[in-house]
């Protein structure tokens, strides 16, 4: 008999979690404003809300903390995360930041003005947020596959290139000072995108004269499924593959939360010396002197450790098939979902799982609010709701798809667990006709809503 896969890892720590009724929920979700983010995490058995900063760090970070260094300019800490970020990326400068988005509003302090475009596979709500925000335009040249949720292309996260060279073609290169591959896709289901595009991408870029960054929170990830299924890469490892990935972009911007297995923390690297002495001035001004801009020198340590797990099938290979196997489960129940399953999560098509709902009364977060009532599960909605209004007609953007996004944290729950979701899923699969109607909004912020947003039943 051939043995079953098992996990890589074994667990020293524990830390519980709760079980609740459904009327205690009935009740907790309606104090919450049908909004999930609004509820305590007491109130939640299973938190797929996020895979950032939720994960387990392992033993070998944990004793990193204990050595960091909390110098103020210069801390050991510091070199140990630059010495890591240029061996693992090949970028020469990096400056640390408190998490993600953080780097993104370092990073375009300096390159975006009024009047920018900034086209993309498919840019995450806080790259989309910060770009609006700077009254620059967010443009996504997704591939059609991607909105296909039964396509089971390889690679749905591939910029489309004639939508981009589109965008090249029309606009002055001056009015587009960078754009940005999302690696994983998540706003596409955690979709990842092939060592052909990003070097496609790159070749039409410099063509164009601009430049290219990487968000970068699931490079890993997206390298794992690189060797997985692109011709040529089964045998290199994935420090290999990301090596080669990275020589494709001209700078980076990083959550530290998701592939960098810690719980707090950001970063940027780049190799132009000029964007990094003006980052550094903003950086000093929003996040913290250049050399631990908003982390600990001990989150620094952790950090470079994590990094080094992350990049080995080791750790990729527990990961990702975990993800998996929720998305089996549900494929095998019959349930719609974003395919083939993507990295750090499941995305459940919740317009074809409740087609009886109207786009208006947000479908997606109907769906995860019954899936709390149903197995006191926190997923996200990645929707109408993320999708905010259009900044200039004010109304709903209804993007072409609708998902729940059920994200699983790195090294933290068992295959118990995803099972209890999925048959959360399958109860709730079992009696979708009799789901008619959704919620309406009671007031809401004028962008990144879905936070804070009030609902009530309709
Ligand atoms: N880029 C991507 C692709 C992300 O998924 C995120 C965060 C960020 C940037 C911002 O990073 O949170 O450290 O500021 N995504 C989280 C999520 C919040 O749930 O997908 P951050």
């Known amino acids: 008999m051939n043995l079953p896969f098992a996990e890589n890892y074994k667990i020293k720590m524990v830390e519980p979690i709760y079980r609740s009724t459904r009327e205690q929920r009935v009740q907790w979700i309606a104090d919450a404003n049908y909004n999930l983010f609004n509820l305590s995490s007491d109130k939640v058995f299973i938190d797929l809300l996020t895979d950032s900063g939720t994960g387990a760090m392992s033993d070998r970070q944990w004793a990193a903390i204990m050595t960091g260094d909390e110098s103020y300019a210069g801390s050991s800490s510091y070199y140990h995360l630059k010495e890591k970020i240029q061996t693992i990326f090949g970028f020469e400068h990096f400056l640390p930041t408190h998490q993600g988005r953080a780097a993104e509003n370092v990073l375009f302090s300096v390159l975006l003005k009024e009047g920018d475009l900034v086209p993309g596979n498919s840019h995450f709500d806080t790259t989309k947020g910060h770009i609006e925000y700077r009254k620059a335009k967010a443009i996504d040249c997704t591939i059609d596959e991607a909105f296909d949720t039964d396509s089971t292309f390889p690679f749905k996260g591939n910029v489309d290139l004639a939508k981009l060279e589109k965008v090249f073609k029309l606009q002055p290169q001056k009015n587009i000072p960078a754009m940005i591959m999302t690696i994983t896709c998540n706003s596409s289901g955690g979709q990842p995108v092939s060592m052909a595009n990003l070097k496609a991408v790159k070749e039409m870029a410099t063509e164009y004269g601009v430049p290219v960054i990487f968000d970068s929170a699931r490079f890993a990830e997206n390298a794992w499924f690189i060797q997985q299924r692109e011709e040529g890469y089964s045998t290199k490892t994935i420090k290999e593959i990301v090596k080669e990935m990275f020589t494709y972009a001209d700078a980076m911007t990083m959550s530290s939360k998701k592939d960098g297995a810690v719980n707090i923390g950001g970063f940027m690297a780049m190799r132009n010396i000029d964007w990094y002495d003006k980052a550094s001035t903003f950086n000093i001004m929003y996040e913290g002197f250049v050399t631990y801009g908003g982390m600990a020198g001990r989150d620094m340590n952790a950090l470079a450790v994590g990094l080094d797990e992350v990049t080995t099938n080791d750790f990729l290979d527990t990961r990702i098939k975990q993800v998996q196997y929720l998305g089996n489960k549900l494929m095998e129940y019959g349930i719609p979902i974003q395919q083939p399953i993507g990295g750090h999560a499941v995305f459940v098509d919740a317009k074809k799982f409740l087609p009886y709902v109207p786009k208006e009364e947000y479908i997606a977060q109907t769906l995860a609010i019954i899936l709390y009532l149903e197995a006191g599960v926190r997923g996200v909605e ?72 009030l609902l009530e039943k309709v």
């Open 382 to 453: 990645v929707g109408t709701l993320l999708a905010d209004r259009d900044p200039e007609t004010n109304d709903n953007r209804y993007p072409k798809l609708e998902f729940l996004r059920l994200a699983i944290p790195r090294r933290t729950y068992s295959n118990n667990h995803m099972d209890v979701v999925a048959a959360g899923l399958k109860n709730i699969f079992e009696i979708r006709d009799e789901i008619r109607t959704g919620l309406l909004i009671r007031k809401e912020a004028a962008i990144m809503r879905h936070f804070t947003v």
